[in-house]
Antibody, heavy 116, light 112 residues
Framework: EVQLVGSGGGLVQPGRSLRLSCAAS????????MSWVRQAPGKGLEWVAN????????YYVDSVKGRFTISRDNAENSLYLQMNSLRVEDTAVFYC?????????WGQGTLVTVSS | DVVLTQSPLSLPVTLGQPASISCMSSQSLVHSDGNTYVNWFLQRPGQSPRRLIYKVSNRESGVPDRFSGSGSATYFTLKVNRVEPEDLGVYYCMQGTHWPWTFGQGTRVEVK
């Protein structure tokens, strides 16, 4: 069974930093593109960032470019999202997603609340 | 960015009856590799989204065959032959052709 377990969320003040983690099991992690997708409370979905299986390619939505960094450790089967200069509008549930050509797996989500 | 417009945004259904959701794109979703990367997701209340359909019409493993996707270029449709209780929730179309990938606003499917 594939499991993607997110952690690291919480309450943080505007301008501060937070690092999200996603621990993967039940799949060949190093073969999958990995992504972060977020959902503001009561709102729709926004695709935030992608990273290639070997970590050589990264893609970001404009609203987080320069502030967020996606990374992975294939030896530890883990995905990360370093979030700096957080804004109130970054408040959301963050999902990690594992993608292949024919399969999608989503984690349970971790809540990030940015508030003073 | 590509804008996806879903309709309707709210869909009251009768269990056992069919349902259909449309998704219109602001530009063609045909990729330079010839594929059209349109996905459909269902998010049940309190759960993570689950992909149902990929590349317009391919069902994800384990998705019942009452779900079907169709369309081309800028207009896409998700159909459910007979709505079951576990089909209730919010449906999203999503394009993976042009970065940044984007979602439609969501269509809430609930019992009439």
């Amino acid at each position: 069974e594939v499991q993607l377990v997110g952690s690291g969320g919480g309450l943080v003040q505007p301008g501060r930093s937070l690092r999200l983690s996603c621990a993967a099991s039940g799949l060949i992690f190093r073969s999958y593109w990995m992504s972060w997708v977020r959902q503001a409370p009561g709102k729709g979905l926004e695709w935030v960032a992608n990273i290639s299986p070997d970590g050589s390619e990264e893609y970001y939505v404009d609203s987080v470019k320069g502030r967020f960094t996606i990374s992975r450790d294939n030896a530890e089967n883990s995905l990360y999202l370093q979030m700096n200069s957080l804004r109130v509008e970054d408040t959301a549930v963050f999902y990690c997603v594992a993608r292949s050509s024919s399969r999608h797996y989503w984690g349970q989500g971790t809540l990030v609340t940015v508030s003073s | 960015d590509v804008v996806l417009t879903q309709s309707p945004l709210s869909l009251p259904v009768t269990l056992g009856q069919p349902a259909s959701i449309s998704c219109m794109s602001s530009q063609s979703l045909v990729h330079s590799d010839g594929n059209t990367y349109v996905n459909w997701f269902l998010q049940r209340p309190g759960q993570s989204p689950r992909r149902l359909i990929y590349k317009v019409s391919n069902r994800e493993s384990g998705v019942p065959d009452r779900f079907s996707g169709s369309g081309s270029a800028t207009y896409f449709t998700l159909k459910v032959n007979r709505v079951e209780p576990e089909d209730l929730g919010v449906y999203y179309c999503m394009q993976g052709t042009h970065w940044p990938w984007t979602f439609g606003q969501g269509t809430r499917v609930e019992v009439k």
